[in-house]
């Protein structure tokens, strides 16, 4: 295919590739996932909540769930580091969610790397049934390994966003997650005061 060709082929299909960001939001009844990974202080959850708020703007049925392990801030809410709160359901494992989804026509889910592994299952599920899915998560933990079930929810994701945060060391992009404390415990969970977000370098550099 020739440059000018290529170009034509780009433009004809742009719909496709706006729809990247927001798929099809008022499209026919069709299931997808989109998952929206990075390390800690990155944005997934704010970006979670700016989709999930505009398809409530879109009338669409939403639900969001979040692991009961998450208790940082708020029993019910989903509260990202700035403080833009949006409603959600404490649940203990992925399969009730399957039974609280019903009739919703979007969910989402955050600090899906909490939640066990049959999550991705249970995702396939919702979205074989017309439902959209999105999942907010930790793609590695604090020793930079993939964390949870999440390498396999980006496997089986339609769309896929990976968020940056800001190296504390250096100001370069960062997506490790470094943990300031010796406390072994995977699941423990992020304040400023515990871990900050490092880029490659700095992360293995201490
Ligand atoms: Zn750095």
Redesign the pocket.
């Given at each position: 295919m020739k440059n000018s060709e290529y170009f034509f082929f780009y433009i004809r299909n742009s719909s496709k590739l706006t729809m990247f960001i927001e798929p099809g939001i008022n499209s026919e009844r069709k299931g997808w996932i989109e998952v929206i990974c990075g390390s800690m202080f990155s944005g997934k959850t704010e970006e979670l909540i700016r989709r999930l708020k505009r398809a409530k703007i879109a009338n669409k049925r939403v639900e969001i769930f979040k692991p009961t392990i998450d208790v940082r801030y708020d029993e019910v809410n989903v509260v990202s580091h700035n403080a833009n709160a949006i409603r959600s359901t404490p649940v203990p494992h992925s399969q009730n969610i399957l039974l609280l989804a019903e009739g919703m026509e979007v969910v989402g889910i955050d600090e899906a790397q909490f939640l066990d592994s049959e999550l991705p299952q249970v995702v396939e599920t919702l979205a074989k049934k017309g439902i959209r899915v999105i999942i907010a998560g930790l793609d590695m933990d604090f020793e930079g390994k993939p964390f949870g079930p999440m390498p396999n929810l980006l496997a089986v994701a339609d769309y896929i966003t990976k968020v940056h945060a800001v190296?504390?060391?250096?100001?370069?992009i960062?997506h490790f997650s470094y943990r300031k404390t010796s406390d072994s415990t995977k699941v423990l969970l992020g304040e400023h005061d515990t871990y900050e977000p490092?880029?490659r370098?700095?992360?293995y550099k201490h």
């Open positions: 190296c504390m060391q250096c100001g370069d960062a490092r880029c370098n700095c992360f």
